[in-house]
């Protein structure tokens, strides 16, 4: 509650005070504890997962993830807005109203115009490429669910990935093919090469690798959601983002955590509290809260002493 | 009165060393819990120099050079320090009741500038180039691609570094500016009146009028 005549600031007693050395004294004491801290404990840091290092130590999960793309059945094949005209991720209206502002089609661009660029350097995806091109969608589908059956058989022996026989056609090559690929380092610039080759972009390395091959990392480390992984830091004991708490304990509700539009849900939700501390001052009854709870006194200890004693020891002179 | 004089009488307050640099405060707006709000503006201070100095040697130069990391770290601990010190503000801030007196739009621009810092930080955790940053790009872009938000591309490091080290750090001290030029001339709220002085107030607001 405002009180006129006593939120007035003149009706107080000011005391001398040097605000430039107030100032250079507290950014000093930042400095040199930021230094010392970086100094001491370092900060964390955790290798980037790279396509190589993944193809090489998970050929047979590497081939699973590109068949996905490469049939329609991955996550980002079948998103939608804003990568491409799919329905599987599409949580509100909003997103469909943004629309396809990143185009992104995994068959093609993860897939097939990696291979075409491969086949330069290995003549010998030439021929189930062009198979693979001019066969019809029904007969690319047979051969992608042979595929599908032979993987989840295959054994994997010194890096590489030995299929039982099936009728998957050109695409055990074009996705041997890709395997070497990815283990040779050459595919993340395959995927991120942009129309005017500067590289600033690598949205699609990391939507290649954003299924499987990054989720199972993440889990290891306890990063995954469910995991309260916003605020965890990937290299522990360091602190994480912990000013996003509140929102990670959001997405921890099972209603909002199984809801098809959770992060749609959480974010909103966040963002409505945040919004009711903004105007905090504004809302009766939060906006008279302080003063009942009393931490004031704690804050104003001194102020509040010395008064009470020059009250006390006025009356006790009157 | 005209809008040009109405800047100029604005800006000669706003841009006064009596507004930036005081040599006097009131008796209760001293001590370590009035020292929070610097220490926040020391760390966003930090942020920026070390910053700048990370900006100068390119995006690459932290992941390889021992100078660059050591500097990344610095810029790591200032953002914890910034938090830190932020959130002890609003709750100092918060539980001192500081939007009384015609003060509530000081405190709308400090939330705003916490609000503001969230994305910061976040932009900057993008930037670190490890699987940290590749984990967060992939996580957060659902949420945002939900929300409307798919123009803000975690996916794209070149987009997320310019908002990182001009965009956002531009707006985030904008508002950290205005903030504290409005704490200085609105003055630092006051303390709750205690019950003997609100007494002695309602005493002598009776005995003027009558």
Redesign the interface.
């Known amino acids: 509650m405002y009180h006129p005549r006593t939120d007035v600031t003149h009706r107080y007693r000011y005391v001398p005070t040097d605000f430039v050395k107030h100032l250079l004294t507290t950014t000093a004491i930042i400095a040199i504890l930021t230094m010392v801290l970086s100094a001491v404990f370092r900060e964390p840091v955790r290798p980037a997962l790279k396509i190589d290092a993944y193809a090489t130590a998970h050929p047979r999960a590497f081939m699973t993830v590109a068949l996905g793309d490469l049939d329609g059945t991955g996550k980002i094949a079948n998103y939608g807005p804003p990568y491409n005209n799919g329905t599987g991720y599409v949580q509100d209206f909003v997103q469909r109203w943004v629309g396809v502002i990143h185009p992104v089609f995994p068959k093609q661009d993860f897939i097939l115009t990696p291979l075409h660029e491969a086949s330069h350097l290995d003549p010998a995806l030439n021929g189930p490429l062009k198979l693979f091109d001019s066969a019809s969608a029904t007969q690319q589908a047979q051969w992608e669910s042979a595929m599908g059956l032979a993987l989840s058989n295959a054994r994997v022996v010194s890096g590489h990935v030995l299929l039982p026989p099936g009728a998957y056609g050109p695409v055990a090559p074009l996705l041997q093919g890709l395997l070497k690929l990815g283990q040779s380092g050459l595919m993340t610039g395959a995927l991120d090469r942009s129309p005017a080759d500067y590289q600033f972009d690598n949205q699609n390395s990391l939507l290649f690798l954003q299924g499987k091959p990054l989720h199972d990392a993440a889990t290891k480390l306890e990063l995954k959601g469910n995991q309260w992984g916003i605020i965890h830091e990937e290299d522990a004991p360091y602190p994480g983002p912990w000013w996003m708490t509140i929102v990670t304990a959001i997405y921890q509700i099972p209603f909002i955590a199984n809801a098809s539009a959770a992060d749609a849900l959480a974010l909103g939700f966040g963002m409505l509290l945040f919004i009711i501390l903004m105007v905090a001052p504004w809302i009766p009854g939060i906006n008279r809260l302080p003063r009942f709870l009393g931490v004031h006194r704690i804050i104003w200890a001194e102020y509040y002493r010395q008064h009470q004693s020059s009250s006390d020891s006025s009356k006790d002179a009157g | 009165m005209n809008w040009t004089l109405y800047v100029r009488q604005k800006s000669a307050v706003l841009f006064s060393l009596d507004t930036?640099?005081?040599?006097?405060?009131?008796?209760?707006a001293?001590?370590i819990?009035y020292?929070l709000g610097?220490?926040t503006?020391?760390?966003f201070?930090?942020l920026v120099i070390?910053g700048i100095l990370m900006a100068a040697n390119g995006p690459q130069w932290w992941t390889i050079s021992p100078i660059g990391?050591?500097?990344?770290?610095?810029h790591?601990?200032?953002v914890?320090?910034f938090?830190f010190f932020m959130?002890l503000h609003l709750l100092?801030v918060?539980?001192?009741?500081a939007?009384?007196?015609?003060?509530?739009r000081t405190?709308?621009l400090g939330?705003?500038a916490?609000?503001v810092?969230?994305p910061t930080?976040?932009t900057g955790?993008l930037m670190?180039?490890?699987?940290?940053?590749?984990?967060n790009?992939?996580?957060a872009k659902?949420?945002l691609?939900?929300?409307?938000f798919?123009?803000f591309?975690t996916?794209?490091?070149?987009?997320m570094?310019g908002l990182h080290v001009v965009v956002f750090p531009v707006i985030l001290a904008s508002i950290i500016a205005v903030h504290l030029a409005w704490v200085r001339i609105k003055?630092?709220?006051?303390?709750?009146?205690?019950p003997?002085?609100?007494a002695s107030?309602e005493v002598s607001h009776v005995s003027s009028t009558d």
Do not use: K
């Not at chain 2, 990391?69 to 610095?74: A, D, E, K, S, V």
């Open positions: 930036w640099l005081p040599t006097e405060l009131p008796e209760y001293t001590g819990m020292t610097s220490l503006a020391s760390s201070v930090v070390s990391f050591y500097l990344r770290g610095i790591f601990w200032a914890q320090s938090f959130v100092r918060f539980f001192s009741g939007w009384r007196g015609g003060r509530e405190w709308l939330t705003l916490l609000l810092a969230i930080a976040f955790y670190r180039g490890d699987f940290y940053s590749q984990w790009a992939v996580q659902d949420g691609n939900a929300l409307g798919a123009w591309n996916l794209n490091a070149g987009q570094y003055g630092v709220v006051p303390p709750y009146p205690a003997d002085e609100l107030e």
